[in-house]
Structure formats: C-alpha cells, structure tokens
C-alpha cells in the first residue's frame, strides 16, 4: 500500500531553519505530484506548498512564499520542505500528500497523507 513518512520536524527559535524529507512507497513516485499542508492548533488544515512530477512547477502559500522551497529527488521517492527565516507562526503539523496524478494543485485532491511532523518555532 502506498505510505508517507514525515521526518525533520523540531523545535528551532524563530529566524532559523528546518529541512523536511517526505519519504514515498508503494507506488511510482514519478509518476504523482506532491504538496506539503501543515496545521496549527484549534486551526484549519492549510496548504503550504506543491510541486509536479519532474519539479518542473512549483506553487506556494503567500505566507510562505521567499522562505520556503519544495522539491524532489525522484531516484530516492523523496520530497522535500526547506524551510527558512521561520516565524512563530509557522508552528504546525506539516504533513505531505500525493496528487492522483502528475500535476500540482493547490486545492487538491490529495489522496495520500503521512502521519505528519512537528514544527515548533519559539519566539
């Protein structure tokens, strides 16, 4: 079956920096888009980032946009959050999904989830 696993999320004081891997089995992972979505407590789940099959198109959140980067490294069916300048609020569960197909969107859908990873940004 096809699985997600989040890695990389810590805690990290406000101004610095974290790298998160979204590891993808059971499936051909060239062949599917991918986002990042993250949520906040007491708040909606929202989205982050997406990027296509070959890396070629990317989108992001306008919260986000200039600090964080996505990509993909194909021959390890691995995605990637970098997340830099980081703010307090952008403390969340991030969580990686697949798109049912090769092209990025940003309102979905998504039919694969990870279990998600912790980000807390101290101020």
């Known amino acids: 079956q096809v699985q997600l696993v989040e890695s990389g999320g810590g805690l990290v004081q406000a101004g610095g920096s974290l790298r998160l891997s979204c590891v993808v089995s059971g499936c051909t992972f060239r062949s599917y888009a991918m986002g990042w979505f993250r949520q906040a407590p007491g708040k909606e789940r929202e989205f982050v980032a997406t990027i296509s099959w070959s890396g070629g198109s990317k989108d992001y959140a306008d919260s986000v946009k200039g600090r964080f980067t996505i990509s993909r490294d194909n021959t390890k069916n691995t995605v990637y959050l970098q997340m830099n300048s980081l703010k307090a609020e952008d403390t969340a569960v991030y969580y990686c999904?697949?798109?049912?197909?090769?092209?990025?969107?940003?309102?979905?859908?998504?039919?694969?989830w990870g279990q998600g990873t912790q980000v807390t940004v101290s101020s």
């Open positions: 999904a697949r798109r049912p197909g090769p092209l990025m969107a940003v309102a979905g859908p998504y039919d694969y």
